[in-house]
């Protein structure tokens, strides 16, 4: 009796975990198709073939995708897929490899998180760039030179630049939050600011609910340098809790943790 019990435990723990998943999954074959271009795509890109990747390239991105850089993966992989617009969109984190040849990454590839967007052309997935929103760089950002790099050499009084970081680990301290955890009596309100410090949009998303807590995103696209806040308000049954702040396109989940006294 005791092991049904905690079967059934596991079962509804399971369900719930997996609820939202279950009720948004694509209709059969849609995310195989999606998952099998994407693939593709990018692996035309690991092996520098970006004339065979225009046919994966939608009609109005085209010219777009001419004009600009085709960077060289070493490697891809699939981290997440979000559909929309009944399973007609996709928006895809795709995790590559690559060379940035910038002082301290040089000698060996970089993971860095690629936001890729996607839709259904002439009955086939394509990958497209909105074109309000056009993105120069993986993280959104528009590229333009900077300052020449001088060395002792050019000049003697030059300071050592400063350190540089090894792996995309630095990429989630783009985001900050004046906290991180929170403590409010019931019938209160708490703001959170969130700062986005990168150069280029971010998404924010919250995952999960507390019971009795409202919580609500009054910018869920801070450009670069922008701020969002997040208002907790605490309800007259409100229970202590954990949300999750989901930042895209580097699929960065950050912890939020209420305590209702």
């Known amino acids: 009796m005791l092991r049904i019990t905690l079967l059934a435990v596991v079962a509804a723990s399971c369900f719930a975990q997996n609820a939202e998943e279950l009720f948004n999954r694509p209709p059969a074959g849609v995310d195989e198709a999606l998952r099998a271009r994407i693939n593709e795509f990018y692996g035309y890109h690991i092996h520098n073939q970006p004339r065979k990747a225009e046919a994966l390239v939608a009609?109005?991105?085209?010219?777009?995708?001419?004009?600009?850089?085709?960077?060289?993966?070493?490697?891809?992989?699939?981290?997440?897929?979000?559909?929309?617009?009944?399973?007609?969109?996709?928006k895809a984190t795709i995790l590559c490899g690559m060379y940035v040849m910038v002082p301290g990454f040089s000698e060996r590839p970089l993971d860095v998180p690629i936001p890729s967007t996607w839709k259904i052309e002439d009955g086939k997935w394509v990958w497209y760039v909105n074109q309000?929103?056009?993105?120069?760089?993986?993280?959104?950002?528009?590229?333009?030179?900077?300052?020449?790099?001088?060395?002792?050499?050019?000049?003697?009084?030059?300071?050592?630049?400063?350190?540089?970081?090894?792996?995309?680990?630095?990429?989630?301290?783009?985001?900050?939050?004046?906290?991180?955890?929170?403590?409010?009596?019931?019938?209160?309100?708490?703001?959170?600011?969130?700062?986005?410090?990168?150069?280029?949009?971010?998404?924010?998303?919250?995952?999960?609910?507390?019971?009795?807590?409202?919580?609500?995103?009054?910018?869920?696209?801070?450009?670069?340098?922008?701020?969002?806040?997040?208002?907790?308000?605490?309800?007259d049954h409100a229970e202590s809790g954990k949300l999750d702040l989901v930042v895209n396109p580097i699929s960065q989940v950050i912890p939020i943790h209420v305590t209702v006294k």
């Open 132 to 235: 309000d929103v056009r993105r120069g760089s993986p993280m959104g950002l528009t590229m333009s030179p900077g300052p020449p790099v001088y060395t002792a050499q050019h000049d003697p009084d030059t300071r050592a630049l400063p350190a540089l970081p090894t792996t995309a680990d630095f990429l989630y301290d783009l985001i900050k939050l004046d906290k991180r955890d929170v403590e409010m009596k019931r019938g209160e309100s708490v703001q959170i600011t969130i700062e986005n410090t990168s150069p280029g949009t971010m998404n924010l998303e919250l995952a999960g609910k507390i019971a009795g807590v409202e919580a609500t995103l009054d910018n869920s696209d801070p450009k670069g340098h922008e701020k969002a806040i997040l208002s907790l308000k605490a309800g």
């Open 59 to 90: 009609e109005d991105t085209k010219d777009y995708f001419y004009n600009n850089n085709k960077p060289v993966y070493t490697h891809c992989e699939i981290r997440q897929i979000k559909y929309s617009d009944n399973f007609t969109r996709a």
